[in-house]
């Protein structure tokens, strides 16, 4: 069986893939993020918001969890 796990405006963040790691001993898990595995490192959330919506938006976010 595999989870996927959706990540939020800020990506796959370090905070993110311990979370995934402690959960994988039990499924595999695969983690979804609007920047194809890149972690931006945000300094907040208004610029990881303004990053998001320049450069995925949310319809093409949508597509990228649907495939």
Known sequence: MSI?????????????????D??????D???ID???GIDPSFNSEALAYE????QV????YCTIIED
Do not use: H, N, Q, W
């Open 51 to 54: 990053r998001f919506m320049g």
């Open 57 to 60: 938006g949310l319809d093409k």
């Open 29 to 31: 898990i695969e983690i």
């Open 4 to 20: 996927f796990v959706i990540s939020d405006i800020f990506g796959k963040t370090p905070a993110l893939k311990r979370l995934c």
């Open 34 to 36: 609007p920047y194809g």
């Open 22 to 27: 402690m959960l994988s001993k039990k499924t």
